[in-house]
């Protein structure tokens, strides 16, 4: 135990002095967090939607009044209600109203499958969902199959606009969205809020800290998806770790909160964190590069937050040529891995737009909301993801044991603090497997990431385990390929995966987009593969490169190489199903 506190307290305190090492986190919910900020804060803004602002006291008398509704329709104590809505005011009034009642908030995709969304509110056992007009259909469709669901509530994005945008979204967007039937089982958001002034009765439900108050999903792109369940203090630690690590932070500072809200990045740290620090979020219900880089502009913001993908698509942006960018305070990347190059560009991005500040990457899981790592704002190592946050604490593993390793040995990254999860929702057997409680008395995650930490206590990512390409009997981590490939002058991006090899187990497959300006050709291919033999061991050198116009994604904007590997999967296969058929390899022949 001794070992792992000096090996997270020093770099704090000898690098950031105004970091403390161990921080006091207040008691109650998620509401209460907020309403403490709202208390001190009242006139200031809590947060701007396509131009019109809500303040602080706005923005708690709407929550208590969606609060009202939900005790009108049933809403009791661990109830569980769905809340499917990108970064919009109805989704921030809902987040929070079911806080207050004591209710539990299951946050999803609004874009996600139909039969995702019916194993979503099933597996939660959700009584009321709250959606989108635009989305209406889809939850229509798998109702009948999700018995628990008692009321569905339909918001609209034209509901929270001022009266002039709201024109013009009649004219464009609102136009494509398919019409509601009158007598459609649903209520309205207009209509759901009046409901309302019928609770004559505490609709208040007072909660502890260490009480359930958020299910959130894991990627669904490497495996089963699982529901893990969040605490308030889980959220409100997070916050004021955030803001303990990030000095220069001052209420009314403003956040571009882009990142959705069913992601714990997004909502952890672009929302909660900011609205129990008295800051201002500016929700993007829909974003893409060139939105979000306008948006940065616009608003001046203070904070950006996005994963790689969205930074390497703001370096393509000529928009973005002559934009003052010097009222950055803080710029996070998280979710994936950030290559060197990657931060290399975008920092001198930054520098050339008149940012003082260079990209800060954060490491986390949603076991523990999100980020629980973060490099300090003064000191950078390459290719470091930081220092853990104050009362967060990390250590390095031999893969699936309790075996510390010594500095500098690369094992499973494990993580303990106040942010790690309460459980995977009805998952005992999960649960067990990744939250371990250890003879210092800790309660670890094991992350399945492999990493090393150095004799400063700076943490070293190095791949997710279930990444890693065994070939020929040599470990490869696609992360340390892909920082290669993107160093190259004519790549922008690459994605490494394995792909099935009947010599050897798997092959190395890189897939890659070129520059704006260069074309695919097997010229460029060749140059490519010798860079690699120039610069990668010749077992890890990739077998195969493909040329791609854009790389697949996840709903949050990381690369899915998961559909890659199912893509080259399926190849193989068909490959192998086409030989078996030859005459040759007729078995009757044999």
Known sequence: MEEVLTQVKTPWKKNLGDVPFHLEYPEGSLFEAVKRAADQYPDYTAFMFMGKKTSYKEMIRNIENCAKSLRTIGIREGDKVTIALPNCPQGIYMFYAVNLVGAIANMIHPLSAEKEIEHYLNFSKSVTVITLDQFYHKFEAIRQNTPSVVNVIIASIKDELSRPVRAGYMLTEGRKIKKIPDDAPVIRWNEFIRLGKKCFWNYKVDRKSTDPAVVLYSGGTTGTTKGILLSNRNFTALGCQIIATNPMYRPGDKMLAAMPIFHGF????????????????????????????????????????????????????????????????????????????????????????????????????????????????????????????????????????????????????????????????????ETAQTLRKHSDGLTWVYTGDLGYMDDDGFVFFRGRAKRMIVTSGYNVYPAQIENILDAHEKVQMSCVVGIPDDYRMHAVKAFIMLKPGYSPSQEIREELLAYCRKNIAKYAVPREIEFREELPKTLVGKVAYRVLEEEEEAKYQARKDATSLLPNNDPKKK
Not at 282 to 296: E, G, M, N, W
Not at 354 to 369: C, D, K, L, P
Not at 407 to 417: D, V
Request: charged residues 25%.
């Open 266 to 429: 997004g909502l952890g740290v672009c929302i909660h964190t900011m609205l129990q620090g008295g800051g201002c979020c500016i929700l993007v219900p829909r974003f893409t590069a060139k939105s979000y880089a306008r948006d940065i502009v616009k608003y001046r913001c203070n904070f950006i937050a996005g994963v790689p993908t969205l930074y390497e698509a703001l370096l393509r942006l000529p928009s973005l040529d002559k934009a003052d960018l010097s009222s950055l305070k803080g710029v996070f990347s998280g979710g994936d891995s950030l290559s060197i190059e990657l931060k290399k560009k975008f920092d001198k991005f930054l520098y050339d737009h008149h940012a003082t500040v260079q990209i800060r990457e954060g490491y986390g899981t949603t076991e523990t909301v999100t980020a629980c790592c973060l490099t300090p704002t003064n000191i950078t190592k390459e290719g470091s993801i930081g220092l853990p946050f104050p009362d967060t604490y990390i250590k390095i593993v031999k893969p699936n044991t309790d075996e510390e390793l010594p500095y500098g040995e690369e094992g499973e990254i494990l993580l303990a603090g106040p942010t790690v999860m309460m459980e995977y929702m009805d998952n005992p057997e």
